[in-house]
């Protein structure tokens, strides 16, 4: 088996004196499409937050391409991570957030544009090429020139996903990114991430409360509920027979909101 | 007649050194208070602590005391010994300077913290975050509070009078003592400060309208 591209090792987190993270271990291999689910407040979105550097840890460790995450190296002693290593380090990751987090002031094509720009040192006409393409993949090619207050829900997000993916990174995280969008407007997003899982060896990692969709993309499914994992299997074996009683109650619940797993 | 364009000649001579005293007020309250103001966010403790004291000492002191000492006691240590109008423009300005920061502080603040999380998402330094996504999305919100600091400062360009600068209220009163004629100059001085705050609020709406093109969908 390959080195694992994300090793997390006795993560802990709290918030004052709410502990939403104990004592999490867990491995992620390169190209794994790993979804996240769990009843809300069980911590999956905080460990996509964490694995981002958009949270601290209390505790713990990670690690990402086999490098620790909030851990440097600094006269022989491993010590907190600074700026300039977090920096080093995000470059593996990209992120999609529940509401998309557009640049308001920026174009569709300047959003997608901005960071291999300034990050990468890209030319323009190679980031302008590249955008192109992402659009394209996504499905928006005519709304370059457009403002983000002037797309649907779901075309934001889709674009928010050709800004991640314009970065290249090797991991991409998906925090909810449906569940800020009107119910006809799922679909779209979930077609271009089925694209996405289907087409590219990117490791990916989903938080998401559409059990039918984590069932389609997922290799691996991690089921939380208070910040730890209860139980982590294939699909099939999560949906269709789970292990722990906690895991069945949760699903009951969400049959009976009326999803279909 | 003619004595009485004379007197108004007087007195637009005045106006022209409180529109100067007003431009360049404006210009180096603008830099000191985009200065002071990331000064007050900056992540640097020390940068924090300089910006703090600057706000609270000018903001906490009469403008009529900071500019008597710029004017009469700065000299005295030997380091500089401004002219009336530089005096002038740098009471103004590091007072109502200090008021912006303040503003621009807020403004940086009020950007939604969902933008400084893209930012680290796409991973964007920190100078790069603020020239590229913060600031011009926190200018269009400091603009309207900018354009009361203008006016402010406009009005406060009086108090150079007391530093023998001959800006328009100071004519106003030469005027008046010469002539008696107290209605006249100061209906014509309350007709300058009204046409040039006029003009800076004219020219903050035109701003703030091109600051906000895009925000909201419109280019």
């Not at chain 2, 007197?7 to 200065?35: E, F």
């Not at chain 2, 002191?61 to 740098?90: E, K, N, R």
């Not at chain 2, 913060?134 to 009086?158: D, R, S």
């Amino acid at each position: 088996m390959t080195e694992p591209i994300i090793r997390v090792q006795d993560l802990r987190k709290s918030f004052g004196t709410l502990t939403v993270i104990d004592g999490l271990n867990f491995e992620v291999k390169k190209g794994e499409k790993l979804a996240l689910i769990g009843p809300s407040g069980s911590g999956k979105t905080t460990i996509l937050r964490i694995l981002m550097t958009l949270e601290t840890i209390s505790g713990g460790r990670i690690e990402v391409a086999g490098e620790p995450l909030y851990h440097m190296q600094k006269n022989g002693a491993e010590v907190p991570a600074n700026e300039a290593h977090l920096h080093k380090m995000r470059r593996h990751i990209g992120m999609v957030f529940q509401h998309f987090n557009l640049f308001p002031h920026k174009t569709v094509l300047q959003n997608i544009t901005l960071a291999p720009m300034l990050t990468k040192g890209e030319s323009r006409a190679n980031a302008d090429k590249r955008a192109g393409e992402l659009l394209e993949m996504v499905g928006l090619s005519d709304k370059a020139g457009h403002m983000p207050s002037q797309l649907s829900g779901g075309q934001k997000q889709r674009v928010a996903i050709a800004r991640a993916l314009a970065l290249n990174p090797e991991i991409m995280l998906f925090d909810e990114v449906t569940s800020a969008l009107d119910p006809e407007l799922v679909e779209e997003v979930l077609i271009v991430m089925k694209r996405l899982a289907s087409e590219t060896d990117m490791t990916m990692l989903l938080v998401t409360h559409e059990m039918s969709f984590a069932s389609d993309f997922a290799d691996r499914v991690l089921f939380f509920d208070k910040g730890k994992i209860v139980e982590s299997g294939p699909p099939e074996q999560i949906f269709k027979n789970p292990q722990e009683e906690r895991t069945r109650t949760f699903l009951r619940k969400i049959i009976a909101a009326g999803q279909h797993v | 007649m003619g004595d009485w364009a004379g007197y108004l000649t007087l007195i637009l001579q005045g106006a022209w050194v409180t529109v100067k005293l007003t431009v360049m007020g404006c210009a180096l309250a603008l830099v000191v208070a985009l200065i002071a103001g990331l000064g007050r966010v900056s992540h640097v403790a020390v940068l924090r602590w300089i910006s703090t004291c600057y706000i609270e000492f000018f903001r906490g002191t009469s403008i009529f005391v900071q500019l008597f000492w710029i004017y009469f006691v700065l000299p005295m240590t030997g380091l500089w010994s401004p002219t009336p109008m530089q005096a002038g423009v740098m009471a103004l300005g590091l007072n109502v300077g200090a008021y912006g920061a303040e503003v621009v502080r807020g403004a940086i603040l009020a950007v939604p913290k969902d933008q400084y999380e893209a930012c680290t998402a796409v991973n964007l330094t920190r100078y790069q975050k603020m020239r590229h996504i913060i600031l011009p999305q926190a200018l269009p919100l400091m603009l309207p509070t900018f354009g009361n600091n203008a006016i402010e400062l406009l009005k406060a360009t009086a108090v150079v009078s007391l530093i023998s600068l001959s800006d328009m209220t100071f004519q106003a009163q030469i005027v008046r003592s010469q002539t008696g004629n107290t209605i006249f100059p100061f209906v014509t001085i309350l007709i300058l400060y009204f046409i040039m705050s006029l003009l800076i609020s004219t020219g903050m709406r035109y701003l703030e309208r091109r600051a906000t093109r895009g925000l909201d969908g419109v280019r």
